[in-house]
């Protein structure tokens, strides 16, 4: 399967506790965005690479989130001393391109990455 | 403030029958609306779309209509199928391609 995977599905940390997901888009693809979401909402945007370029940060993304996309491939994001407002499911999102991204269809979801913080 | 509204959170429907699913916006300024579909433990998948210099766009059994001066668009399946329960977002895009999304209404369609 070529399709955006993210690991771990599921991630239960203790308060205070460092957490790191991995996101592996389909390869071609040289956007990756990062999205958040709480049961009831909809995904609310974290960050976007292009290639290995961090292009954009949301506000929601506070000093201990950290996400790396090295090489233009994977990425992975980093939530330091996790908090329990922290639990929530972190989806990862890829595209081929900006002038695709307006068409919707080509970008891809993984199936999330679930965090719960006690 | 939410700028991309759902305010049904559920929504049950006969299989045959029509579901529309509504979805209100704020901000004057989207200039492409998408639906996408979600199951459980999957990641949302783009269903359908349209540009705001249009108001009706068809595929198959869906189609999205776009109000503008009312700043409403709308989700109809039709026929309804037992597949098609979900829950379904709504998402406008910005002027810096950011997807702004609802909270998402669960369709659950009855046999």
């Known amino acids: 399967d070529t399709g955006v995977s993210q690991n771990p599905r599921h991630k239960i940390t203790k308060r205070g506790q460092n957490v790191t997901f991995r996101c592996d888009p389909i390869?071609?693809?040289?956007?990756l965005y990062w999205y958040r979401q709480t049961l009831g909402q909809g995904p609310e945007f974290l960050t976007y690479?292009?290639?290995?370029?961090?292009?954009?940060k949301s506000r929601l993304l506070s000093d201990r989130f950290s996400a790396e996309r090295p090489k233009g491939s994977f990425s992975t994001l980093e939530i330091q001393r996790t908090e329990q407002g922290d639990s929530a499911m972190y989806l990862c999102a890829s595209s081929p391109q900006v002038r695709d991204f307006v068409s919707g269809n080509t970008i891809y979801f993984g199936e999330g990455s679930w965090l719960t913080v006690v | 403030d939410q700028q991309v509204k759902q305010n049904s959170p559920s929504l049950s429907v006969q299989e045959g029958r029509i579901s529309i699913l509504n979805c209100d916006y704020t901000n004057s300024m989207f200039d492409y609306f998408l639906w996408y579909k979600k199951y459980p433990a999957e990641g949302p998948t783009f269903l359908i779309s349209?540009?705001?210099i249009k108001d009706k766009n068809e595929d198959g059994r869906f189609t999205v209509f776009l109000n503008k001066s009312a700043k409403h668009l709308s989700l109809h399946i039709v026929p309804s199928q037992p597949g098609d329960s979900a829950v379904y977002f709504c998402?406008?895009?910005?002027?810096?391609?950011?997807?702004?999304w609802g909270a998402g209404t669960k369709l659950i369609i009855k046999p």
């Open positions: 998402a406008a895009k910005d002027s810096n391609y950011q997807l702004i």
């Open positions: 690479f292009q290639n290995e370029a961090q292009l954009e």
């Open positions: 349209i540009s705001s």
């Open positions: 390869s071609e693809h040289n956007r």
